[in-house]
């Protein structure tokens, strides 16, 4: 880190919580959420699945700023994502892409596939052999029939509120309880709401950690985040019917089943030692590393308003119609 201290704006929320919240506490101090700095940020950070609820598009741009979209959500559920003239008024993206300028993965650190390679398996004593954790309805990927279909073929437990046929036992203390759940069951049911290059999520990553077997549908190259033959491609079977037919098939042949877990007991192949190394810094800090290293130039340029001045007008109209509704709706 150079000697120099940067500020990065914030210009909207992250799914109605501040993204401060995020930071680390050691680097929080160049990170403000104060609209009223704008003037002096080095950077401005747009969260783009909040784009609609902030109604940024009237945000001035100050001579030598560096714009940064970001976001950990599908470009198939966010299409601004996909979009090069939107996207055009970035300089910098920081999302789950491989490509992306930081790149901000869901890969466990190195630490966690650690202490989970030196633990035993745990004993997968529920007589039913698959779990889910389902509640949100965001389909983009065909996910909710293709559970259902499943459900049809063999037995599921599902615990979230998709499909919910069972009920947890024991205190809900979020992560903890859910991994603890897991962990009883021999497979548990991935299914990304989107299929997109790179965007893989928990859903593959908590049942590995956990010690069961992901049955993972999802990302294309998900083959580039995970060892091999530690997790169970749902398209490669021909569909839920020919998937329910190869999980019944590994229960009765437990030396096939062991063998999901044969990547516990070697190291962890080279790339993903690589990828794990790539981001062993957290994001934000290596965002601010980035920002510190590119220093910006006040007063190069002038101040402009990069989606135009028409588009300004509009979203501060907006902006006073959404003022008023709620003026009128808290009365």
Known sequence: MTSRRPLILFRTGFFGRSPLDLVPAQIVDHFTTDLSRIGEADAVVFHIPDWRRSLPEDTPKFPGQKWVAWSMESKVNYRQLADPHFLGHFELRMTYEQGADIWMP????????QAAMAKDLPVHDEPVPVVMFQSARDDRSGRN???????????VDSYGRLFNNRRLT????????KLATIRRYRFCLGLENALAHDYVTEKLFEPLLAGTVPIYRGAPNVREFAPEHSYIDAEAHDGPAGLAAYLRHLMACPQEYAAYFAWRTRPLPAWLEAKLEA???EPFARLLELIADQPRVPGAGRTVLPFGRHKALQTRIRRMLRRARRAVRGR
């Not at 024991?170 to 309880?177: C, I, K, L, S, Y």
């Open 145 to 155: 029939a293709f559970s259902a279909e499943l459900m049809r073929r063999i037995a």
């Open 170 to 177: 024991v205190p809900d203390r979020g992560p903890e309880t």
């Open 106 to 113: 869901y890969l466990p650190s190195t630490e966690r596939w």
């Open 279 to 281: 981001v062993r810094v």
